[in-house]
């Protein structure tokens, strides 16, 4: 039974880093929709910190949010093996508990899309992404606070999500 829970956990594991990895990718491109005409990696070469900290806070953002899409993953895992992997009620679990990651991520990256434009409509006098491209890192951080607070709420969401789900 040990080695059944290890080898579980070990595939948990790896489903989770796939996952945040596709996350963390698909932010990372979306970012570059949304971002009026910064190039992110550019930036990032010349060594511009105000842009660094916006990046961060993208990941940051998307790692909380799909942190609680993978435990989500990881109790309906849990759940279908204490029914029945192979069985309807155990696939259905596990099904979704994907459904419910991948809501996860699209949920971060709307959020972080959605926090963006709300700042861009409340700070009229600021163009923030104009700003970044300058190295504004006052910007910067108050960028990454609103993208982060956003994530922390919206986590909150995806974790009530997985109770009703699951």
């Not at 996952?19 to 491109?29: D, E, M, Q, S, W």
């Not at 809501?103 to 970044?132: H, M, P, Q, R, S």
């Amino acid at each position: 039974m040990l080695l059944a829970n290890a080898a579980v956990g070990l595939i948990q594991l790896v489903i989770a880093i796939i996952f945040a990895v596709v996350a963390l990718y698909i932010g990372f491109a979306v970012l570059g929709k949304i971002t009026k005409g910064i190039n992110e990696e550019k930036e990032l070469a010349k060594g511009n910190v105000a842009v660094g900290i916006f990046v961060a806070s993208v990941f940051v953002a998307i790692a909380l949010v799909v942190q609680s899409g993978v435990s989500g993953l990881s109790h309906g895992i849990s759940k279908a093996m204490s029914v029945g992997l192979l069985s309807v009620e155990g696939l259905l679990d596990i099904g979704v508990a994907f459904v419910q990651l991948i809501l996860g991520i699209v949920l971060a990256i709307a959020a972080i899309y959605l926090a963006l434009n709300i700042l861009d409509k409340l700070t009229k006098g600021v163009e923030e992404f104009e700003e970044l491209k300058k190295g504004n890192v006052a910007v910067a951080l108050e960028m990454a606070g609103v993208i982060i607070a956003v994530a922390v709420i919206i986590q909150s969401g995806v974790i009530g999500i997985t109770a009703a789900l699951i």
